[in-house]
Nanobody, 116 residues
Framework: QVQLVESGGGLVQAGGSLRLSCVAS????????MAWYRQAPGKQREWVAI????????YADSVKGRFTISRDNAKDTTVYLQMNSLKPEDTAVYFC?????????WGQGTQVTVSS
């Protein structure tokens, strides 16, 4: 079992920044990586970004150039999502996700609200 805990969400004005954190209960990079998803009210959950164990990153077009996914190099359990130039359409609950040994794990989510 892997537990994931997100933090760092909050209320911010458009153009502002937030940094989300996701802490796993175990080393996640020895087997795989970590992804961030988000779900806005009334919408399906959508993929935002992924950081793979080799260090590569991929972003959804909607956040490319504004969001950065990274890991804590001192720990194999923590991933960040730096969100800059936030827009009202970024408002959502943000979840971290990982697949470990064939099992899919999700955190409980952290709310991000961007006011116009």
């Amino acid at each position: 079992q892997v537990q994931l805990v997100e933090s760092g969400g909050g209320l911010v004005q458009a153009g502002g920044s937030l940094r989300l954190s996701c802490v796993a209960s175990t080393n996640i990079f020895s087997n795989n990586g970590m992804a961030w998803y988000r779900q806005a009210p009334g919408k399906q959950r959508e993929w935002v970004a992924i950081l793979i164990s080799g260090g590569g990153t991929v972003y959804a077009d909607s956040v490319k150039g504004r969001f950065t996914i990274s890991r804590d190099n001192a720990k194999d359990t923590t991933v960040y999502l730096q969100m800059n130039s936030l827009k009202p359409e970024d408002t959502a609950v943000y979840f971290c996700q990982t697949v470990q040994r064939g099992q899919n794990y999700w955190g409980q989510g952290t709310q991000v609200t961007v006011s116009s």
